[in-house]
């Protein structure tokens, strides 16, 4: 689905991610994790082809990016949601146009019955009319999560999702997460938080990928 073959990355100051081989299988779930830095946001940009691989090979639904005209490039990446770290909204727009914004981009609507489940489910139907800043932290990574999936990804990547909420609104954050998962999507979230990893691992297979000197290792059980 999503797969790198020998990639590598680097911004222009020395090699941040070296010699990327690995698979991301449908239907997966897998935690990126590694110290702030190591290259976690610029991996999940090179999942969804915001950036190509300086050297090697990226390939998103049997695709190689690099070789892909830039409207094949958008039209691929309708297809994975993305849950950005630093989670923006144009303020002037309620909250329920916000999650809509993809559909209204792409110059399609959505039924109106599917906004509404799609806000009761992460359990903001009451705030559909509320301004972005005057949301909390929890409600603002809900809202992003409904807009990553409005379009209906079968990809998800989040980049630490629950970056600035509690711990109870991390949960509730990652039980969404695991629902998608249920449901057939590809899911990938990027993350420092180890208890929500382990939280994770008690709810469903998962697979743990590491930042270790720029290379991307598969941890082991010991986390
Ligand atoms: P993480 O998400 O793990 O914290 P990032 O992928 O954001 O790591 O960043 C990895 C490294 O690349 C950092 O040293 C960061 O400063 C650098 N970096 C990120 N974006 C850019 C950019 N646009 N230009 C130059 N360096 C960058
Ligand atoms: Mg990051």
Redesign the pocket.
Request: proline share 5%.
């Given at each position: 689905m999503i797969a790198f073959e020998s990639a590598a990355y680097n911004?222009?100051?020395g090699e941040?991610l070296s010699d990327v081989t690995l698979k991301l299988a449908p239907g997966s779930f897998h935690f990126l994790t590694?110290?702030?830095?190591?290259?976690?946001?610029?991996?999940?940009?090179l999942a969804y082809a915001e950036l190509l691989p300086t050297s090697g090979h990226v390939t998103l639904f049997d695709r190689e990016v690099k070789s892909l005209p830039r409207d094949d490039v958008a039209n691929l990446r309708r297809r994975i949601g993305v849950v950005h770290?630093d989670v923006q909204f144009l303020d002037h727009l309620p909250l329920a146009a916000n999650v809509q914004l993809p559909l209204t981009v792409a110059g399609r609507r959505s039924e109106s019955g599917d906004l509404d489940e799609l806000l009761k489910w992460v359990g903001l139907s009451h705030l559909a009319d509320a301004l972005p800043p005057s949301l909390s932290g929890g409600e603002r990574q809900r809202a992003a999560l409904a807009r990553a999936i409005i379009m209906g990804p079968d990809i998800i990547l989040a980049?630490?999702p629950t970056g600035n909420v509690d711990w109870e609104m991390s949960l509730r954050l990652l039980t969404l997460l695991v629902e998608l998962n249920r449901m057939g999507k590809t899911i990938l979230i990027?993350t420092?938080d180890l208890n929500l990893i382990r939280q994770a691992k008690n709810q469903i297979p998962t697979r743990v990928l590491r930042?270790s000197k720029r290379r991307i290792q598969l941890a082991g059980a010991d986390l």
């Amino acid at each position: 689905m999503i797969a790198f073959e020998s990639a590598a990355y680097n911004y222009g100051g020395g090699e941040l991610l070296s010699d990327v081989t690995l698979k991301l299988a449908p239907g997966s779930f897998h935690f990126l994790t590694g110290p702030s830095g190591s290259g976690k946001t610029t991996f999940l940009k090179l999942a969804y082809a915001e950036l190509l691989p300086t050297s090697g090979h990226v390939t998103l639904f049997d695709r190689e990016v690099k070789s892909l005209p830039r409207d094949d490039v958008a039209n691929l990446r309708r297809r994975i949601g993305v849950v950005h770290q630093d989670v923006q909204f144009l303020d002037h727009l309620p909250l329920a146009a916000n999650v809509q914004l993809p559909l209204t981009v792409a110059g399609r609507r959505s039924e109106s019955g599917d906004l509404d489940e799609l806000l009761k489910w992460v359990g903001l139907s009451h705030l559909a009319d509320a301004l972005p800043p005057s949301l909390s932290g929890g409600e603002r990574q809900r809202a992003a999560l409904a807009r990553a999936i409005i379009m209906g990804p079968d990809i998800i990547l989040a980049d630490e999702p629950t970056g600035n909420v509690d711990w109870e609104m991390s949960l509730r954050l990652l039980t969404l997460l695991v629902e998608l998962n249920r449901m057939g999507k590809t899911i990938l979230i990027a993350t420092h938080d180890l208890n929500l990893i382990r939280q994770a691992k008690n709810q469903i297979p998962t697979r743990v990928l590491r930042i270790s000197k720029r290379r991307i290792q598969l941890a082991g059980a010991d986390l």
